[in-house]
């Protein structure tokens, strides 16, 4: 039973397209994040959600939308896709803040 | 400077060796501390988890932070080669919103 699920594993668009990653946490988690890992598997934070609360918005542009419903999901829409944004994003959930983190699996997405 | 300093390696080593990775820091602030093995393709997976200075052990894995050295350290015995990965240290204040990841080290173990 998975723990923290994303979705799409696997996102190819065009440059201009909107695109939206689900992510989801069966483990009863407070806190939620979502993490963009660059070329060089370099892992930087990009938002932090506790308790549905957004309390940590990274210089991201504001292209870049979280949207949480409720505490087990951390939804990112992205609008008019960059080739820039190509990356690998993770979804991670803690128990509180600074608790240990647990990822997702990875949406590797693919600007054309 | 990065708040979180980490060899990228690449690290090659003969099955069975002690392997040793490293992290430095700059805020001493810092009270959480992660190591995470990341397989190609996969998300991170954590490793060891630790509050403040001291050692953890956990089968072949051995967490140690040094405070006031600002020096984290992830030891490996009898390595495997299905330890071949990247090894991501990461750390947090206790009030913190978001870790602080190093860049990872790039760990291959020969058969």
């Known amino acids: 039973d998975t723990a923290v699920s994303q979705t799409p594993k696997y996102l190819v668009t065009q440059m201009g397209n909107d695109k939206s990653i689900k992510c989801e946490q069966n483990?009863?988690?407070?806190?939620m994040y979502w993490y963009k890992q660059d070329s060089k598997k370099f892992l930087k934070i990009m938002f932090s959600?506790?308790?549905?609360?957004?309390?940590i918005n990274e210089t991201v542009p504001n292209r870049f939308s979280p949207k949480s419903p409720d505490k087990a999901h951390l939804n990112l829409h992205i609008n008019s896709l960059e080739l820039g944004d190509s990356a690998v994003y993770f979804c991670?959930?803690?128990?509180?803040?600074?608790?240990?983190?647990?990822f997702g699996q990875g949406t590797r997405l693919t600007v054309v | 400077q990065k708040e979180v300093e980490q060899d990228p390696g690449p690290l090659s080593v003969p099955e069975g060796a002690i392997v040793s990775l490293n992290c430095t820091y700059s805020?001493?602030?810092?009270?959480?501390f992660m190591w995470y093995r990341q397989y190609s393709r996969k998300g991170p997976e954590l490793l060891m988890y630790?509050?403040?200075?001291g050692n953890k052990e956990d089968g072949r894995f051995t967490a140690q932070v040094d405070k006031s050295s600002k020096y984290i350290s992830l030891f490996i015995r009898d390595s495997q080669p299905s330890d071949s990965a990247t090894y991501l240290c990461?750390?947090?204040?206790?009030?913190?919103?978001?870790?602080?990841f190093g860049t990872g080290t790039s760990l291959t173990v020969i058969p």
């Open positions: 991670a959930s803690s128990y509180t803040r600074a608790a240990e983190a647990f």
């Open positions: 805020n001493s602030a810092f009270q959480y």
């Open positions: 630790t509050y403040s200075s």
């Open positions: 959600y506790n308790n549905k609360e957004l309390i």
């Open positions: 990461a750390m947090s204040v206790s009030t913190g919103n978001q870790f602080y």
């Open positions: 483990l009863g988690h407070d806190t």
